[in-house]
């Protein structure tokens, strides 16, 4: 196989075979092919990172690329070295200042029950904190058998160390083979904490979770290389596997009042070492801004939106939706928009009923990120845009006579309705 520069093997099209019917474009992930004059598709090798997409893509065989061999081997070895265990999911639970379960808590719960399903075995959550074994009632509605439960006035307030050592010591008497946390302020720190107390692995920011059925194994998908690809990382020497995932990401699952959930309490002594004087206190309520997260419509303007005069149409159009504007990347780096805006991997994950994106091309930190999204619009110039891979309804076309066209027609239906 070639190789490029770097010396990464590339892929190959085989341009007696290629049809030129851009699949395989539309699939590359980092924009390394095009189709040259003569109709059929061209590699860039030194933009090629060797995911074998195309490969896989491809209908008529027109690209060389020998990825299946070398799976197969893994696969392989994997199967020799791991072996399938019998531990339990848990989920840490996490509460918010007002004492309530956070939403990405059930979100990880209905993923769990998931992943229990295929391992044959159990859904427990661990809960931390003052005056929460409350809490055990409502997570038995999604899907949670036990809740092992440390009450303890030092926990009344998050602190990395007490609750990092009040976790890694719930996790080692229970022994789960998987231990999932939400990716939010306090589930990134606490689960840095915890995985180097238990000494092993974790996997940041995954975007999907699975088990291996050859070896039992958690399989963690997460965007690599700057988010020009997905990874999906298994961890075969230590335990538990660890993963966050972030806020919406997950769907939660329906809630069955009639589930019924075993609470587990447990004795633990605050460690004799200086503990961090909560000095004040700043409610994330009080905080400034626009949580675009909470809207159920978002108009998302993308880099072939970036422009100031798109955004009377853009306000006018979410406004008719009851939404709000939100942004990619490079809206807000054109200081269009400030950050709070921002919808994608380095931004906010979100979950509409529905997402307009106006000019958004979809890489895929940003497709990640919408991935929660009841309904998926998407208008764009280029009809190859990525983001059509994803949306549920595609407008090809300038946005700056769509939108006018889509503001007009709502105003009619509207004016019916009233």
Request: aromatic letters at 4%; glycine letters at 10%.
């Amino acid at each position: 196989m070639p190789k490029n520069s770097k010396g990464i093997e590339v892929a190959e099209i085989l341009s007696d075979k290629c049809i030129g019917c851009q699949i395989c474009i539309s699939e590359c992930p980092v924009g390394a092919i095009e189709l040259s004059s003569a109709g059929v598709a061209e590699i860039d090798p030194e933009i090629c990172v060797g995911c074998g997409k195309c490969a896989e893509v491809c209908p008529v065989e027109a690209v060389a690329f020998e990825k299946g061999k070398r799976r197969k081997i893994a696969k392989e070895k994997k199967a020799e070295r791991a072996e399938p265990a019998s531990g339990p999911v848990a989920v840490f639970i996490e509460t918010t200042t007002d004492g309530q379960a956070a939403d990405v808590s059930w979100e990880l719960m209905g993923k769990a029950v998931e992943l229990a399903g295929k391992r044959q075995s159990k859904v427990i959550g661990f809960l931390l904190g003052e005056s929460v074994s409350r809490l055990s009632v409502e997570a038995g509605w999604f899907g949670c058998q036990e809740v092992h439960c440390i009450d303890h006035p030092s926990l009344q307030r998050y602190t990395s160390s007490l609750y990092g050592r009040a976790l890694s010591e719930m996790a080692k008497a229970v022994q789960p083979e998987i231990l999932l946390i939400g990716a939010t302020v306090l589930g990134r720190d606490l689960a840095g904490v915890v995985a180097t107390l238990l000494r092993t692995g974790l996997t940041a920011d995954c975007t999907g979770l699975d088990i291996e059925e050859e070896t039992g194994l958690l399989l963690m998908t997460r965007p690599t290389f700057g988010g020009n690809i997905m990874a999906t990382i298994f961890c075969e020497q230590h335990r538990p596997q660890m993963s966050t995932v972030r806020p919406k990401v997950m769907p939660i699952p329906e809630r069955s009042e009639s589930g019924s959930c075993e609470l587990i309490t447990h004795d633990w002594t605050p460690p004799r070492v200086p503990v961090p004087e909560l000095v004040e206190f700043i409610d994330e309520s009080s905080r400034q801004g626009v949580d675009i997260t909470t809207y159920p419509a978002l108009v998302v303007a993308g880099k072939g939106a970036c422009d100031a005069s798109a955004f009377s149409l853009l306000e006018q159009l979410a406004e008719l939706l009851g939404g709000i504007v939100a942004c990619s990347r490079p809206v807000v780096e054109a200081g269009l928009l400030p950050y709070e805006r921002q919808v994608g991997q380095t931004g906010q994950t979100v979950a509409p009923k529905l997402y307009v994106g106006v000019g958004v091309s979809g890489a895929i930190q940003h497709r990640v990120a919408i991935q929660g999204a009841q309904t998926i619009m998407a208008i764009n110039s280029d009809p190859s845009a990525p983001i059509f891979q994803v949306a549920d309804i595609g407008i090809v076309g300038d946005y700056s006579k769509v939108l006018p066209e889509l503001i007009t027609q709502l105003k009619q239906r509207t004016a019916i309705h009233d």
